[in-house]
């Protein structure tokens, strides 16, 4: 029997506003515990919320990037229940009249272009954390710190049209860019900016009807989320298999054990006894705000794809990798405004660049490199200044210390030598001190020529024009 | 008379004069409180230090030439669900029983910036809940007038204390009908205010729709000077409406000639007991001399107003009381594990009928049951709100009675929770509708107070007080005391 995967994806994005949702606390991650809190996001007696604009604008930025409806009415709503993380134990969330509906991401899969639907995106209040001295299960006791209850978080639900965890992984990535290049979250799955649940069922290929779900959480990772999917699916076929049927419920991914254990069951389903949050009037949006929002969105990832390889005729992966992220494409679009050789820009971005930045662990904004920076090391490796094996460690110093290429070369001397006559003089040096190699090439080793050029270089230390010492040293060893 | 006896802008009079100092108001005050205190316990919280030296410093200000509002200087007694920072604010529960706030309620600060001399906390009905004050976890308070009765509920605390002479002035909350049925039943004036009239910010919320805040006083001048103190637009609040507030002592000019005033005849039905009924027959004959026209009128969804009421409230408190769970302050009462905690919490934390609407609440918003109740009720709800638009299209101001009855005697419903709340039938729909009503006092009986309410348009306070000013002008009831 061949089985046909259904995955649906519930993804949180935390809404980079400068104070939370319903009061003016900060919401800068990484602060002491409990420093960020008043009394409305303690939920004190007597307090009362008050809509953060910024938030909602964040929040009709990101749909629209989604392609979402926004709506012209919505309103928030209670979701009631019990949990230490809840200052009010209720949540502040929007049940039946989101902010947005029916959008999609694009992905490709094996070269074909296909649209994950996106249900609904709605706007709500994040919940604080629980320090547990223990596993949640073993502990004696918790700790709460309440610095994030009342962040802006979005809640982005999609359809069940996802087919695979490899799909749910490129729609997750997609998801990502997308809101990254908005500039509403940093959107980081290791600062929790980023979180993903998500749906599971399986069904024999051909029927149209849904399987039983399960509900998978705690997939804090890209790479989480494709394992426990991939295990979650293999577990549900074996149930299946086995005769059994799969039953409804929450499971919980285990990293450690690369399995999924079930945490509540139908029994113990939530009755959210949801109602409209009577402390807030409802959300009225109008065409016109939308419309100005829309124009205030950068390029999109797919869009701006697109761009590179129809201006500059870059190949369909070098694209990719230029648009990851919004501050990459910027720097690409900068430096080649300076420097028009969009390939050789685009190679030294793709290897140097990403080297770099992935050995740091840093994003290209972290570090002092410019666009100007770039497209004059690369203007000097054009006019022969320096060679581009010299020009990778400037690049490198450049990185670290955001001096401009000329003053690094200059300052250490690396200026290529070009001079022939400085060349001829060391060739003739190492021929000399080399009676062996240069036997064995005159014998027919050309491996000898790169032993001897590797000493020329050597001796230049790596400033000598290779071309031009390739060049002198066959001349002098033919004669 | 007795400093204690006299009203807010008499005592206003004697410190603009110079005649006396806030200090020695303030003495009376505490004098009194110290006098009577013991027979009716009003207060929750009693702060005679913290008065005297907030009213010396008022003194001072005053000498020094500075400008200060008709409030200050002159002793307040404030509902124990409305927050004071540093002070004990109780609800009258055993889960807020050591709560001391960080923050101040919007209107405290407000009065603060009047002048504001804190006297105490006042006993309520626990989280508001109820129309006697025996559900106060702590203790009864007793009617001034008969220390055998009820005072009324929830702001049965403010309203003694105002009847009492305990204050100048006192702050109530009222969800449906807890400022007007306590001031009815203790002889004093009260104003539940428009919906969005006056900032719940700091009131321990009840039923979140249905809130508002509004002054209980000796009589209608008082209220508009307290009134106008309190109210306005709050940012910390998204359902205060942002309208200016007018100065309500303007409309105190005794002229309603031609007012055209509804007598809703629901509200003169079955259940309203005689001496009630006759004293607002009395009223009618009293303003059509004054040269209003009175004449019935219909709001005819009022049969369901209670029921709509005692499923809305209850949902909206269900929520609002789930943060009461011994995690972050308040009482906590630790279990083995997370549910015992919160269980043993909240059983041992608050008081039966708390529990009771808790429950009535969860269950009309569970699944299955959310339509056919809550959902429901709010429909209801709509059909009596446009009752009442659309008889104050055709009318200035309604009028009926406060409650059906006077004071009853304490122990007289408390264990038979329906009968007690039919206490509410004449003040409820007003809370559904979100209009502004004001009860004075429109008589007596055996001893015992009867009011009258009247209702208004939303935001119009400003008319009510008028037609109160020149009814209870044409009156002395008002300016009766209760033998204590």
Known sequence: ?479 | MKLYEMTLAELQALLAKGEVTAREVTEAFVRRVEEVEGAIHALVTFTPELALSQAEEIDRRRRAGEPLSPLAGLPAVIKDNIVTQGIRTTCSSRILENFVPPYDATVVEKLKKAGLVLLGKANLDEFAMGSSVENSAFFKTLNPWDLSRVPGGSSGGSAAAMAAGEAAYTLGSDTGGSVRQPAALCGVVGMKPTYGRVSRYGLVAFASSLDQIGPITRDVRDNALVLGAIAGHDPRDSTAAPLEVPDYTTFLDGDIRGLRIGLPREYLAAGIEAPVRQAVEEAIRLLSDLGAEVEECSLPHTEYALSAYYIIAPAEASSNLARYDGVRYGLRVAGDDLISTYGQTRRQGFGAEVKRRVMLGTYALSSGYYDAYYLKAQKVRTLIRQDFDRALARYDVLLTPTTPTTAFKVGEKVDDPLTMYMSDVCTVPINLAGVPALSIPGGFHQGLPIGIQFIGRPFAEGLLYRVAYAFEQSTAFHKQRPPL
């Open chain 1, 1 to 479: 029997m061949e089985y046909e995967t259904v995955i649906g994806l519930e993804v949180h994005v935390e809404l980079k506003t400068r104070s939370k949702v319903f009061c003016s606390c900060s919401t800068t991650f990484g602060a002491e515990p409990n420093t960020q809190v008043c009394p409305v996001c303690l939920g004190l007696p007597g307090v009362l919320p008050v809509l953060n604009e910024k938030a909602v604008e964040y929040a009709i930025k990101a749909a629209l990037a989604l392609n979402c409806q926004i709506a012209e009415y919505s309103k928030f709503d209670r979701k009631n229940y019990f949990y230490p993380d809840m200052p009010k134990n209720y949540q502040i969330s929007q049940y039946d009249l989101p902010l947005a509906t029916g959008g999609y991401v694009e992905i490709e899969v094996n070269g074909e272009k296909k649209r994950i639907r996106i249900k609904r995106l709605h706007l709500e209040e994040d919940t604080g954390k629980l320090l547990h001295s223990a596993d949640v299960a073993a502990a004696e006791s918790s700790l709460v710190d309440f610095n994030r209850a009342g962040v802006p978080l979005i809640e982005i639900v999609s359809e069940p049209d996802i087919r695979s965890p490899e799909e749910a992984k490129l729609y997750l990535t997609k998801l990502k860019s997308i809101i990254e290049y908005t500039g509403v979250s940093d959107v980081k799955m290791q600062e929790g900016s980023l979180r993903c649940d998500a749906n599971v069922s399986i069904r024999p290929r051909g029927s149209s009807e849904f399987g039983t779900r399960t509900e998978i959480k705690n997939m804090n990772s890209f790479r989480a989320v494709q394992r426990g999917l991939e295990y979650e699916v293999e577990r549900q076929k074996k149930v299946v298999e086995a005769g059994g049927k799969v039953v409804q419920e929450t499971r919980h991914w285990d990293e450690n054990r690369g399995i999924t254990v079930p945490l509540r069951s139908k029994e113990e389903a939530h009755d959210y006894r949801y109602f409209p949050e009577p402390d807030l009037v409802p959300l009225v949006i109008s065409r016109e705000r939308v419309e100005e929002i829309r124009s205030q969105l950068p390029e999109l990832p797919d869009a701006r794809k697109a761009r590179l390889m129809a201006s500059y005729n870059l190949p369909a992966y070098d694209a990719e990798v230029l648009t990851s992220s919004k501050a990459l494409g910027d720097f690409f679009d900068a430096t080649v405004a300076l420097f028009p050789e969009a390939k050789t820009v685009s190679n030294w971005m793709m290897s140097e660049l990403m080297k770099y930045l992935n050995a740091n662990n840093l994003e290209i904004q972290e570090i002092p490199l410019t666009p100007k920076d770039l497209a004059d090391l690369l203007k000097l490796i054009d006019q022969g200044t320096i060679s581009g094996k010299i020009a990778k460690t400037v690049f490198e110093e450049m990185c670290a210390t955001g001096e401009p290429p000329e003053k690094i070369v200059r300052e250490k001397g690396l200026i290529q030598i070009t001079d022939e006559g400085a060349i001829a003089q060391v060739v003739a040096e190492v021929i000399a001190a080399n009676p062996q190699s240069v036997a064995d090439y005159r014998a027919g080793k050309e491996k000898a020529l790169t032993f001897l050029v590797g000493q020329v270089m050597k001796a230049t230390r790596g400033k000598a024009n290779p071309e031009a010492v390739n060049r002198i040293l066959r001349e002098k060893l033919r004669s």
